[in-house]
Antibody, heavy 121, light 109 residues
């Protein structure tokens, strides 16, 4: 079955960077883009960006552009999300999700289990 | 940017109740609207895609409707496992942007 398995929880100090992984299995990796979404404690979901797993092309949220980098390793069927210049407001659970493209629209299914990133001095 | 406004932000309901959640887009998004259920400590789970298509494996008590700017998620007979938070997602402005609604928490009355 399709699975997205994310790396474990991270703790960083303000100003540091963090790189998370999302290992996929159960489907052809290059047939579906991977998106990253985060959720601060008690808050809604925020879309961060996505990577075309075939070409490697990316698109990022304007709010985080310049601090977020999404990459992929085809041989490892894994996507990565790196966030730099971390601030306390970046403390969130970070999710990866597979894109489904149908009839001109896109949605996300399934999702990884999430990775908690805590930014604290 | 497209803003998504969900209402209500929370509601109290009982098992067997009919529940309706709405999502309004700040401008036209066609049928590019999807609904997710999220339980505490878990990832969101897709319920409805393209405004009204039921995801495989999702119970038929869930349904979605709407197009343009106004959308509705309906649960016809609330079950104990349905107490959760529900989010809408617009993908009309993809690939540049995707936007979630603020969420609706359904709690036990």
């Amino acid at each position: 079955q399709v699975q997205l398995v994310q790396s474990g929880a991270e703790v960083r100090k303000p100003g540091a960077s963090v790189k998370l992984s999302c290992k996929t299995s159960g489907y052809t990796f290059t047939s579906h883009a991977i998106h990253w979404v985060r959720q601060a404690p008690g808050e809604s979901l925020e879309w961060l960006g996505w990577v075309n797993t075939g070409s490697g092309n990316t698109r990022y949220s304007q709010r985080l552009e310049g601090r977020v980098t999404i990459t992929r390793d085809i041989s490892a069927t894994t996507a990565y999300m790196e966030l730099s210049s971390l601030r306390s407001e970046d403390t969130s659970v970070y999710f990866c999700a597979r894109e489904i493209y149908s009839r001109g629209t896109t949605h996300f299914d399934p999702w990884g289990q999430g990775t908690l990133v805590t930014v604290s001095s | 940017d497209i803003q998504m406004t969900q209402s209500p932000t929370s509601l109290s309901a009982s098992v067997g109740d009919r529940v309706t959640i709405t999502c309004r887009a700040s401008r036209f998004i066609g049928s590019n609207l999807h609904w997710y259920q999220q339980k505490p400590g878990k990832a969101p789970n897709l319920l409805i895609y393209d405004a009204s298509s039921l995801q495989s494996g999702v119970p038929s008590r869930f349904s979605g409707s709407g197009s343009g700017t106004d959308f509705t998620l309906t649960i016809t007979s609330l079950q104990p496992e349905d107490f959760a938070t529900y989010y809408c997602l617009q993908s009309y402005s993809a690939p540049r942007e995707h936007t979630f609604g603020g969420g609706t928490n359904i709690e036990v009355k």
